[in-house]
Each structure stands twice: as structure tokens, then as C-alpha cells.
């Protein structure tokens, strides 16, 4: 039974519940030319269950087999001939049960069109493909919609989780190749025995303890990415002392929200390929703002002359990374723009607001 309903990617309490409510609407609201509840509920029963029989008919037998071959001919065939199947059970019925056991109800019929043969009411061309169709293929319709929704409702939840998988493993990659680098900093710290490896270590706790527990969810709210900017920023001045010149303008102050750690990614690149490389004065110049709209970033930094054909040839795993997560989290509402020439590096990020 489950597998005869998988077809319709509904299941079988649905489609029951969906029938129910058919034979409730047909029972509720036609009492004018029925004496007794029984002739309604016995009525309707007979039709329900021959509208059962065309739905199911249609949609399991008959769309099947033509999404097989493609035969209009065979399609409209057999549609033609399910309704003759329905409208000789129908009649069949109606005659030896129905019209007997119901009198009064079919009086009016009878009295037109009770001189007609029982091959003759077979056969009525009018009944086949006009009546018949008008009543029992209503449900049908409706059969059809439910089941379309039901499949997009399915399918944008499979999207959905799917993305928060994509999203889950994009971050965990982001996660470990971050602290690499920063561990590779303290490093070279503690080695040096210098006085600053206890400040560093207290920014990468900030940090992680961010990383881990404040960035979990979809979106943050952006004070939090400002302070983990901060933190990071300080952390890499005290390893870097003389060496770089960091500016980071910040005119945001309104309570708005941005996806975690995507700023954080460009920063660390920038250190990355442009400062750490660099054997004399090395610049990042970072700018956060909004307008109306969107969030603006901007961060610039320069970058030794032999880095150049190394940075063309290969991305950084960072970028790649965060490229994948904006088609995730902004989809075709962000604008990225990056621009390098021999001596710098540069990234435009336009993100819809949220």
C-alpha cells in the first residue's frame, strides 16, 4: 500500500484524510432532492468510490504509462476507456440498486429517461464525456494540486537541509585553516620567548570561544563580527608590531545582521598573502558602512612583488571558501569584486541587509 502511494509522495493517512473530506462535502451539501441521510450517504458512496477509481486509475496506470512512451493516442484511449468502464459500473449500479432502492430520489430522471435501455445508457455519449468528466474529475484536480504542493514543500525542505549541510562543512573547514595560521603565529612567539605570546593567546581564546559558540547560527548580529575583527586585528599588530600599517574605519551602528566569520576570511587573507610575505612595510586598510539596503566592506592591503604569479595561479583555500558560502547564504544578493594588480590586492563585498 505504501509503495502503491509513493507515486504521489503523499502519505497514505493524507491521502485518506483527503477523501474524507470529498465524501463530507458531497453528504453536507446536497440534501434538496434526497428524503433520508441514507440515500445521501449510500449515494455518494458509489460516486466517491468511483471517483477513487478514475483518480487512482489516471495517475498511477495512465500518466505512467505515457510518461513511457509519449503516446497522446494511447492516452486519450485509455481515458476513453476508463470512463466507459466507470459509466458501465455506474449504470450497472444505479439500475439494479439505487433507482429500486431509492425511487423518489431518481423519479425525476426516470420519468424523462426511464424508457432507455440499459445498452442505451451505456453508451450515452453525452454522459461519457460530458457529465461524467464534469463530476468525477473534480477530485482528481484537486488530488493533483495537493500532491504538487506537497512536493515543493519537500523539495524546499531537502534544499534547506542541504544548504545547512553545504553551510556546516564550509565552516568547519574555515574553523581548523584559521587557527593553523594563528597557531603558527603563537609559534613563532613562544619560540622568540616574547612577552606578547600571553596577549595572543588571550585574542585567540575571544576568538575561538566566538568560533565555537557565537557563530552557529545563519546570521549575527554584525557587532559581534565587528568584535571579532578587532580582536583578530590586535592579535596580528602585536605579531607584526612596525611591520603593517592597519586601518579599520567602522561607521556601523545600527542593530543589523550578516552571516558569521565571511569578513574574517578576507582579513586573514590579506595578512596572509600580503603581510606575511612582505619584508618591509606592509598596509591593510579595511572599511565597514552601510546604506540604504546593503552592508559594505572593503579591504585593501598591499603585497610583496613575488607573491603575484603565485596568487593568480591558486586561490587561497579561504576564498574559495567563502565564495561557496555567499552562494549559500546571499543567493544572487551580493556583489563580490576582487582587483589585483602587482602590489595590491583588493576586495569589494556588497551584501543585501537581513
Given at each position: 500500500?505504501?509503495?502503491?502511494?509513493?507515486?504521489?509522495?503523499?502519505?497514505?493517512?493524507?491521502?485518506?484524510?483527503?477523501?474524507?473530506?470529498?465524501?463530507?462535502?458531497?453528504?453536507?451539501?446536497?440534501?434538496?432532492?434526497?428524503?433520508?441521510?441514507?440515500?445521501?450517504?449510500?449515494?455518494?458512496?458509489?460516486?466517491?468510490?468511483?471517483?477513487?477509481?478514475?483518480?487512482?486509475?489516471?495517475?498511477?496506470?495512465?500518466?505512467?504509462?505515457?510518461?513511457?512512451?509519449?503516446?497522446?493516442?494511447?492516452?486519450?484511449?485509455?481515458?476513453?476507456?476508463?470512463?466507459?468502464?466507470?459509466?458501465?459500473?455506474?449504470?450497472?449500479?444505479?439500475?439494479?440498486?439505487?433507482?429500486?432502492?431509492?425511487?423518489?430520489?431518481?423519479?425525476?430522471?426516470?420519468?424523462?429517461?426511464?424508457?432507455?435501455?440499459?445498452?442505451?445508457?451505456?453508451?450515452?455519449?453525452?454522459?461519457?464525456?460530458?457529465?461524467?468528466?464534469?463530476?468525477?474529475?473534480?477530485?482528481?484536480?484537486?488530488?493533483?494540486?495537493?500532491?504538487?504542493?506537497?512536493?515543493?514543500?519537500?523539495?524546499?525542505?531537502?534544499?534547506?537541509?542541504?544548504?545547512?549541510?553545504?553551510?556546516?562543512?564550509?565552516?568547519?573547514?574555515?574553523?581548523p585553516h584559521f587557527l593553523?595560521?594563528?597557531?603558527?603565529?603563537?609559534?613563532?612567539?613562544?619560540?622568540?620567548?616574547?612577552?606578547k605570546a600571553p596577549e595572543?593567546?588571550?585574542?585567540?581564546?575571544?576568538?575561538?570561544?566566538?568560533?565555537?559558540?557565537?557563530?552557529?547560527?545563519?546570521?549575527?548580529?554584525?557587532?559581534?563580527?565587528?568584535?571579532?575583527?578587532?580582536?583578530?586585528?590586535?592579535?596580528?599588530?602585536?605579531?607584526?608590531?612596525?611591520?603593517?600599517?592597519?586601518?579599520?574605519?567602522?561607521?556601523?551602528?545600527?542593530?543589523?545582521?550578516?552571516?558569521?566569520?565571511?569578513?574574517?576570511?578576507?582579513?586573514?587573507?590579506?595578512?596572509?598573502?600580503?603581510?606575511?610575505?612582505?619584508?618591509?612595510?606592509?598596509?591593510?586598510?579595511?572599511?565597514?558602512?552601510?546604506?540604504?539596503?546593503?552592508?559594505?566592506?572593503?579591504?585593501?592591503?598591499?603585497?610583496?612583488?613575488?607573491?603575484?604569479e603565485k596568487l593568480i595561479?591558486?586561490?587561497?583555500?579561504?576564498?574559495?571558501?567563502?565564495?561557496?558560502?555567499?552562494?549559500?547564504?546571499?543567493?544572487?544578493?551580493?556583489?563580490?569584486?576582487?582587483?589585483?594588480?602587482?602590489?595590491?590586492?583588493?576586495?569589494?563585498?556588497?551584501?543585501?541587509?537581513?
Amino acid at each position: 500500500m505504501k509503495r502503491f502511494f509513493k507515486i504521489f509522495n503523499l502519505p497514505v493517512y493524507k491521502h485518506t484524510l483527503f477523501w474524507i473530506v470529498v465524501f463530507l462535502f458531497y453528504t453536507t451539501s446536497a440534501r434538496e432532492r434526497f428524503n433520508t441521510t441514507e440515500e445521501i450517504i449510500v449515494t455518494y458512496f458509489f460516486h466517491v468510490v468511483f471517483q477513487i477509481i478514475i483518480a487512482y486509475t489516471v495517475l498511477y496506470f495512465i500518466v505512467s504509462n505515457y510518461r513511457k512512451d509519449k503516446s497522446i493516442v494511447k492516452l486519450i484511449a485509455s481515458i476513453i476507456l476508463l470512463f466507459f468502464f466507470i459509466n458501465f459500473l455506474y449504470v450497472s449500479i444505479r439500475m439494479s440498486f439505487l433507482e429500486k432502492a431509492y425511487p423518489d430520489c431518481y423519479k425525476v430522471f426516470l420519468d424523462k429517461n426511464g424508457y432507455l435501455t440499459f445498452w442505451e445508457r451505456i453508451f450515452d455519449l453525452k454522459t461519457i464525456f460530458f457529465h461524467l468528466p464534469l463530476f468525477y474529475l473534480q477530485p482528481l484536480f484537486f488530488l493533483v494540486g495537493l500532491t504538487f504542493y506537497e512536493n515543493q514543500y519537500k523539495l524546499s525542505k531537502i534544499r534547506e537541509q542541504k544548504r545547512a549541510v553545504e553551510l556546516k562543512a564550509l565552516k568547519h573547514q574555515l574553523n581548523p585553516h584559521f587557527l593553523f595560521n594563528t597557531l603558527n603565529n603563537l609559534y613563532v612567539l613562544s619560540v622568540e620567548k616574547s612577552d606578547k605570546a600571553p596577549e595572543i593567546i588571550e585574542k585567540l581564546s575571544d576568538i575561538l570561544d566566538y568560533m565555537l559558540y557565537g557563530s552557529d547560527k545563519k546570521f549575527v548580529h554584525i557587532q559581534k563580527e565587528i568584535e571579532l575583527i578587532e580582536n583578530y586585528l590586535a592579535l596580528e599588530q602585536v605579531r607584526y608590531e612596525d611591520r603593517v600599517l592597519v586601518s579599520f574605519n567602522n561607521s556601523i551602528i545600527e542593530n543589523i545582521k550578516i552571516a558569521p566569520l565571511l569578513l574574517l576570511t578576507f582579513i586573514e587573507n590579506s595578512f596572509k598573502h600580503g603581510v606575511s610575505q612582505e619584508l618591509k612595510m606592509a598596509a591593510v586598510k579595511i572599511d565597514l558602512s552601510s546604506e540604504k539596503e546593503h552592508i559594505i566592506f572593503n579591504i585593501f592591503n598591499t603585497k610583496p612583488l613575488s607573491t603575484t604569479e603565485k596568487l593568480i595561479q591558486k586561490k587561497s583555500i579561504g576564498l574559495t571558501n567563502v565564495e561557496q558560502q555567499l552562494n549559500l547564504l546571499y543567493p544572487d544578493t551580493y556583489d563580490l569584486k576582487i582587483e589585483e594588480t602587482s602590489k595590491s590586492f583588493s576586495v569589494n563585498l556588497k551584501l543585501k541587509k537581513h
